[in-house]
């Protein structure tokens, strides 16, 4: 099993900027890629952002292209995403998650932290 701690969120006005860390722990060798997922109240969780583990490959969702970038680094078992100018519709919980898959959908994910809120005051 992979287990996943995010951390980093938090308040921020319209425009600023949150960085958001996750760590994985357990079989991370097993790991494919990591990415991040967002939920905000009353909707449906969203896909955010996905990175490979081996050679870094990114993919985003529009809504975070140019605004949003995924990195990670190995050596930590850390997955990042860095958000700018961040707007009021921003707020949601973010999800970390892990694949152990190849060749899956881009949002498919098989293991889950618990989410770290974050909030965008306008």
């Known amino acids: 099993q992979v287990q996943l701690v995010e951390s980093g969120g938090g308040l921020v006005q319209a425009g600023g900027s949150l960085k958001l860390s996750c760590l994985a722990s357990?079989?991370?060798?097993?790991?494919?890629?990591m990415g991040w997922f967002r939920q905000a109240p009353g909707e449906e969780r969203e896909f955010v952002a996905r990175?490979?583990?081996?050679?870094?490959?990114?993919y985003y969702a529009d809504s975070a292209k140019g605004r949003f970038t995924i990195s990670r680094d190995n050596a930590k078992n850390t997955v990042y995403l860095q958000m700018n100018s961040l707007k009021p519709e921003d707020t949601a919980v973010y999800f970390c998650a892990a694949s152990i898959h190849i060749g899956v959908p881009f949002d498919s994910f098989d293991y889950w932290g618990q989410g770290t809120q974050v909030t965008v005051s306008s």
């Open positions: 990175i490979s583990w081996g050679g870094g490959t990114t």
């Open positions: 357990g079989r991370t060798l097993l790991m494919y890629a």
